[in-house]
C-alpha cells in the first residue's frame, strides 16, 4: 500500500471512470438547503458553531480595516466598515438566521435566505441611501460567506474537481463549459440527477462521501475512482502513478468504445436492439447522434424550469425541443412532459415544501392541476413535431385516468394551434412513463390507450423497494435486479405485447445504461433502451457476447427465483458469466 498523508475515502461510484485533479470545494453548493427547499440533513448546533465563527471573524477583520483606515487618515471608508461591523452584532439580523440554522438550514443558505430579504427590502425603497446600504448588505453576506469557507463566486478551474456537499439539479446545468473532470459530493445517490448528469456528460463521479467536507479543502490534489466509488485526497506520489497509467488505459478504451459508435446493436444470436439517448438540454442530442444512439428516449424538459422566476413561455420552449428534433435528423425524440418535484424543484410552479415530495404534488400531477401552463408545454410539442419525429410521454402516471386527462389536454392543444392556423402533425405518438408499481401492475388497461411504455427504472425501483433513489443510506436496498422490479417489467412487456396494437417497450432508467441490468431487461422482453452517450458502445459490446436467449434465461430465473437465497445465488451466477463475458 502507498504511504503518505493520503486520505482515502469510499461513496458510490456512480459514473465510471478516474480522474485527477485538483478540488475546487463550491460555496454555492456547500448550501444545506436542498433544491427543493426542505431543509437538508444538518446539526444545527454544528451550523450555528460554524456560523457564529464566521461572523466573529468577520468582524475581527472589520476592526482590523477600521483601524487601519483610521490610521491612514481615511475616516470617511473607516465608517463604512464601522456600520458592517455594527450590523453583524444587529439582533435582528442574526436572530433570523439563527433560527433557520436551528430548523435544519445550513449556514450559508440560512444566510443568504435572510440577506436576500433585507436586499429585496432595500431594492423596494430605492432611494440613493437604501441604494448604499444594499451595496452594504451585499458586502457583508460575501464576507461572510466568504469566512465560512470559500469564496463567495464559484470560481472552477479548468480541469478541476467539484466538491460539492450536495448538488441541486440546476447547479449541475453549466458543468460542461466549466469543464469539470470529475464530481465528488457529501450526498446523493446513483440515481440522483448529480448522477444522471454525470453519466450523460462522461464524468467519473463519487456521491454519498460521508464527512466528505471536513477532510477536504479547496486546491487539495484528488484523486476521483468512479468505477471503485473512492477519493483519494492528496495521492502519495505511488497513487498517482498508479492512477495515471489508469488514465492512460481509460484513454485506450475510450478509443476502442469509439470504433462501436456506428455499429448496431445486436446480441451474439444476431437479435437486435434500438438503443435510444438520455438528454436533459437540446444540445446533448448531437454528441448523442455521433455516438452512434438511434434517437433519443428521453428528453427531461424540466432542466428549462429550473432556476428562474419565470416559466419558459411557448416560443423558448419551441425553439428548446425544436433544436433537439433538428439535430436528431428525422430520428425519433421522446419528449417527456415536466417532471418537476421529488428531487427537481422549480419555484417557478409556485411548489412549497412538501414532507414526502417523491409521494407527492409532482409530474404530471402538477401539470393536470396546471392546464394552461400545460397546454403551453404541449403546443410548443406539437409544433416541434412538425420538424422531424417527436413522441410525447408522460411521467409519473399512476392512473388510467391521469392519461385519458393528459391525453385530453394534448388534444386540445392541437386544436388550439389548429384554431391559430398552424400546421399540426395528425399523428403524433402519446406514451407513458411505467414508474410507479400500480402502472406496471396495470399495464394491461393502459396498453388500451397509451402508444408506447417507457420503463422509469430509477423511479420504479425507488416506489417499488421504498428505498430513496437518492439516499446513500439505504443505497443498498436499491435493487434494479431485484425480482420484485423484474416481475413488474415482465407484466408491462407482457401486457404492451399481449394487446392488439403491439406496442414498443422501452427502458430509459439509469439501470437500461448498465450492461448487467440493462441485458437482463432486454431478456424480459424490453425492445429499446435508452441511455447516456458513452454507455451506448459499452452496451453493443456487451450485447455482442450474450445470445437473447442467456438473458431471457437468467432474467426469467431471477425473477421466479423461489427464495432470497436463491436470487442471491442466480444474481451472482449471472454477475460471474457476465464478468466472463466481458472479459473474453
Ligand atoms: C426514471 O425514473 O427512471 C426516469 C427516467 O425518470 P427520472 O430519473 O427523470 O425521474
Ligand atoms: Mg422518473
Redesign the pocket.
Known amino acids: 500500500m502507498p504511504e503518505g498523508n493520503e486520505i482515502r475515502m469510499k461513496g458510490l461510484g456512480v459514473s465510471p471512470g478516474v480522474a485527477i485533479g485538483c478540488a475546487m470545494v463550491s460555496v454555492h453548493a456547500q448550501s444545506y438547503e436542498k433544491a427543493d427547499g426542505t431543509p437538508a440533513l444538518t446539526d444545527p448546533k454544528r451550523e450555528e458553531e460554524r456560523f457564529l465563527k464566521a461572523v466573529a471573524e468577520s468582524r475581527r477583520q472589520l476592526v482590523e480595516l477600521r483601524e487601519r483606515l483610521k490610521q491612514e487618515g481615511k475616516v470617511k471608508e473607516a465608517e463604512i466598515f464601522e456600520a458592517h461591523a455594527l450590523f453583524l452584532d444587529d439582533p435582528e439580523v442574526l436572530g433570523p438566521i439563527k433560527k433557520k440554522i436551528d430548523k435544519g438550514v445550513g449556514a450559508e443558505a440560512a444566510l443568504n435566505n435572510v440577506m436576500n430579504r433585507c436586499l429585496a427590502v432595500f431594492e423596494k425603497i430605492g432611494t440613493p441611501a437604501a441604494e448604499r446600504q444594499a451595496a452594504d448588505v451585499r458586502d457583508i453576506t460575501a464576507r461572510i460567506l466568504n469566512n465560512l469557507g470559500g469564496g463567495p463566486a464559484e470560481v472552477l478551474k479548468k480541469g478541476g474537481i467539484l466538491v460539492a456537499r450536495e448538488l441541486a439539479p440546476s447547479e449541475t446545468a453549466d458543468l460542461e463549459k466549466r469543464e469539470v473532470a470529475a464530481l465528488v459530493t457529501e450526498y446523493g445517490g446513483s440515481?440522483s440527477?448529480t448522477a444522471?448528469v454525470a453519466q450523460a456528460m462522461d464524468l467519473p463521479a463519487v456521491l454519498g462521501v460521508a464527512n466528505l467536507l471536513t477532510h477536504i479543502e479547496d486546491g487539495d490534489l484528488l484523486v476521483v475512482d468512479g468505477t471503485k466509488g473512492e477519493i483519494i485526497i492528496n495521492p502519495s506520489p505511488e497513487t498517482q502513478a498508479i492512477y495515471g497509467e489508469m488514465l492512460a488505459e481509460q484513454r485506450r478504451e475510450r478509443s476502442e468504445l469509439k470504433a462501436l459508435r456506428g455499429v448496431k446493436a445486436k446480441t451474439k444470436d444476431g437479435r437486435s436492439v434500438t438503443l435510444l439517448g438520455?438528454i436533459t438540454i437540446p444540445e446533448e442530442t448531437k454528441r448523442l447522434i455521433e455516438y452512434g444512439a438511434e434517437g433519443i428516449g428521453?428528453y427531461?424538459t424540466?432542466f428549462l424550469f429550473m432556476g428562474r422566476r419565470e416559466l419558459p413561455d411557448e416560443e423558448e420552449q419551441y425553439a428548446n425541443y425544436a433544436k433537439a428534433v433538428v439535430a436528431a435528423e428525422g430520428k425519433p425524440v421522446t419528449i417527456?412532459t415536466l417532471?418537476l418535484g421529488?428531487?427537481?424543484f422549480a419555484a417557478v410552479l409556485g411548489k412549497t415544501r412538501e414532507s414526502n415530495p417523491f409521494l407527492g404534488w409532482r409530474?404530471i400531477r402538477i401539470c393536470l392541476d396546471r392546464p394552461d401552463f400545460f397546454r403551453t408545454q404541449l403546443r410548443a410539442m406539437i409544433r416541434a413535431a412538425n420538424l422531424g419525429n417527436v413522441r410525447i410521454m408522460f411521467?409519473?402516471i399512476a392512473t388510467v385516468e391521469e392519461f385519458r386527462h393528459a391525453k385530453s389536454l394534448f388534444l386540445e392543444a392541437k386544436a388550439e394551434l389548429t384554431a391559430r392556423g398552424e400546421k399540426v402533425k395528425e399523428y403524433i405518438p402519446c406514451g407513458m412513463?411505467v414508474?410507479i408499481p400500480a402502472a406496471a401492475l396495470m399495464a394491461d388497461h393502459f396498453a388500451k390507450h397509451v402508444d408506447f411504455f417507457?420503463?422509469?427504472?430509477?423511479?420504479?425501483?425507488?416506489y417499488t423497494l421504498a428505498a430513496d433513489?437518492g439516499n446513500a443510506k439505504v443505497a443498498k436496498l436499491y435493487d434494479a435486479l431485484h425480482p420484485a422490479v423484474l416481475r413488474l417489467i415482465s407484466m408491462t412487456v407482457e401486457a404492451a405485447r399481449r394487446g392488439e396494437r403491439k406496442i414498443d417497450v422501452c427502458?430509459?432508467?439509469?439501470?437500461?445504461g448498465k450492461p448487467e441490468s440493462g441485458l437482463l431487461y432486454l431478456g424480459l422482453g424490453v425492445n429499446e433502451l435508452?441511455m447516456p452517450a458513452e454507455a451506448q458502445s459499452i452496451m453493443k459490446r456487451a450485447m455482442a457476447r450474450f445470445d437473447f436467449e442467456d438473458c431471457e434465461n437468467a432474467a426469467r430465473k431471477i425473477a421466479q427465483a423461489p427464495d432470497f437465497d436463491t436470487y442471491k445465488e442466480l444474481r451472482a451466477e449471472w454477475a460471474a458469466q457476465f464478468k466472463k463475458e466481458r472479459e473474453k
Do not use: F, W, Y
Not at 417507457?454 to 425507488?462: A, C, H, K, P, R
Not at 427502458?507 to 437500461?512: L, P, V
Open positions: 440515481t440527477h444522471l438520455n428521453l427531461r424540466e417527456r417532471d421529488g428531487d427537481k409530474a411521467p409519473m412513463m414508474e417507457s420503463i422509469g427504472s430509477n423511479d420504479l425501483v425507488q433513489r427502458c430509459c432508467g439509469a439501470a437500461a435508452s
